[in-house]
């Protein structure tokens, strides 16, 4: 049987894989769940499975990965760095769990912390930042923890049953951020001290 995940970025009870086109099947199903797409600003997108195709591909020049359970192996979500400037060293960010088994326990949180680790201690970025809708509370509380701070919203930015929503926008800098995972991995935890420098 062929390896279906690689442990790219490990954390404590998840890691990171390299996407895999055999999960657009599941990837379309949570997307198309009203409860996890209107988390996304994406409860009016009707997606098919070649539309998923179509969209990984389109991303595949960004750095995504698969989120996935270490102990069971199993797929739980997607995240990745998006409109990566490579001149003033900034991304967007990204983050789905579609299990909704897994919502609400600290893997959100987890995932935020090893992915912006990936983003200021491998691909040496600046400046991390992302958008979210001010009723996903639970996110925003999540973003928090890892140290995203909240700089802004768009008002009255999305609007669902009737009713708008504000956008908030959040950050995180590499000089607030220490690093939890990957210099402890490479085994030289100062790692953190002369990148600061």
């Known amino acids: 049987m062929q390896k279906k995940y690689f442990k790219k970025i490990m954390g404590d009870r998840c890691y990171l894989s390299p996407v895999s086109m055999n999960d657009i099947e599941q990837y379309t199903e949570w997307i198309n769940d009203m409860s996890v797409s209107v988390t996304m600003g994406q409860l009016s997108q009707v997606l098919t499975i070649e539309k998923e195709r179509e969209i990984l591909q389109k ?3 960004d750095y995504i990965f698969a989120i996935i359970d270490k102990k069971t192996d199993n797929l739980i979500g997607n995240t990745g760095l998006h409109k990566i ?14 299990d909704k088994a897994y919502w609400n326990k600290g893997y ?3 995932v935020n912390l090893l992915m912006l680790d990936y983003a200021f201690y ?8 992302l958008q979210v809708l001010a009723f996903n509370e639970w996110a925003i509380k999540s973003y ?3 140290g995203y701070k909240t700089v802004g919203k768009l008002t009255e930015f999305w609007e669902i049953a009737g009713k708008r929503h504000d956008m908030v926008i959040m ?27």
């Open 108 to 110: 959100g949180t987890e």
């Open 171 to 197: 950050e995180v800098l590499a000089k607030d951020f220490e690093s939890p995972f990957i210099c402890e991995a490479l085994g030289n935890r100062h790692l953190a001290v002369s990148i600061r420098e």
């Open 59 to 61: 991303l595949s020049g």
């Open 85 to 98: 400037d490579w001149v003033n060293r900034t991304a967007e960010y990204g983050l789905f769990i579609g």
């Open 144 to 146: 928090e923890k890892a």
């Open 122 to 129: 491998v691909l040496n970025l600046s400046h991390v930042h």
